[in-house]
C-alpha cells in the first residue's frame, strides 16, 4: 500500500465509522479534570466501570485536584474498587492530583510540553497521555489504544504507538473533534466488532483486504 492509499484508507474508514455509529461526542465529562481522572481509572477497564468510580467520587466531593490529591488513600481505594488494580489506581489518582493541584495551568501548555510532563507521571503512558491532551486539553493529538492497533493491523499498517500515530495525524486533518470523534468511533467498532469477533460483517476490510 502506498502513502497515499494508506492517508485514504484512513479518511475512508472515518467515513465509514461516521455512516455506521454517528456522533459519539466522546469524552463525557462535566470538566477536563473529570477526563484526567477518567483517563486513570479506564486503564485495562470496561468504560461501566469507570461510570461507577466516577459516581463515587463526586459522591464524595472529591472529582478535582486539591480534595483527590488530599484524600484518604484506603477511603480511595474502596470508591475505586470498582475498576480493578484500584490500589494502583488510588494511588495514580493520588500522584496526578497533586501534579494538577501543584501546576494548575499545565492544559493550557502546549500540546508536547504538557504530554512529556504527565508522561513523567507515574503511571501514565502514551495512551492515557494523550487521551489527557486531546479530551482534556484540547489539543490535536492522535490517542493509539489496542483496538486502533488492531485496526491497522487488519488494513495492513504496521508500527508502534508512534508510527501508528503519525499515519494518523498526517493522514487526517488537524482538527481536534475530529481527533476526538474518531478515536470514540475506533473504540465503538473495537467493542461492537473486533471485540465479538464479527470480521466476516467487517465494514473497514474485506477478506483480510481494503
Ligand atoms: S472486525 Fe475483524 S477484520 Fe474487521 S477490523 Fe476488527 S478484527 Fe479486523
Known amino acids: 500500500m502506498t502513502a497515499k492509499q494508506k492517508k485514504t484508507g484512513l479518511v475512508e474508514v472515518y467515513n465509514k465509522l461516521l455512516g455506521q455509529f454517528g456522533h459519539k461526542h466522546w469524552w463525557p465529562a462535566d470538566t477536563p479534570f473529570e477526563v484526567v481522572a477518567g483517563a486513570i481509572l479506564t486503564q485495562q477497564t470496561k468504560w461501566e466501570n469507570v461510570e461507577k468510580a466516577i459516581k463515587n467520587l463526586k459522591e464524595e ?40 493541584f501543584k501546576n494548575p495551568d499545565i492544559l493550557e501548555k502546549p500540546a508536547d510540553e504538557l504530554r512529556d510532563a504527565l508522561l513523567s507521571l507515574n503511571g501514565v503512558g502514551e495512551e492515557t497521555a494523550d487521551s489527557i491532551v486531546l479530551y482534556a486539553a484540547d489539543k490535536p493529538r492522535f490517542v493509539i489504544d489496542a483496538y486502533t492497533r488492531r485496526i491497522c493491523r487488519c488494513m495492513g499498517l504496521e508500527g508502534g504507538y508512534p508510527e501508528l500515530q503519525s499515519l494518523f495525524e498526517d493522514s487526517i486533518p488537524e482538527d481536534v473533534p475530529m481527533y476526538k470523534e474518531f478515536h470514540a468511533l475506533i473504540v465503538e467498532y473495537g467493542k461492537q466488532f473486533c471485540g465479538k469477533k464479527r470480521c466476516t460483517e467487517c465494514i473497514i476490510v474485506k477478506n483480510g483486504k481494503m
Open 61 to 100: 466531593e472529591l472529582m478535582d485536584a486539591e480534595p483527590l490529591s488530599e484524600a484518604n488513600l484506603e477511603k480511595l481505594e474502596e470508591l475505586v474498587r470498582c475498576t480493578g488494580f484500584y490500589r494502583q489506581k488510588a494511588r495514580r489518582l493520588k500522584d496526578i492530583s497533586m501534579f494538577f
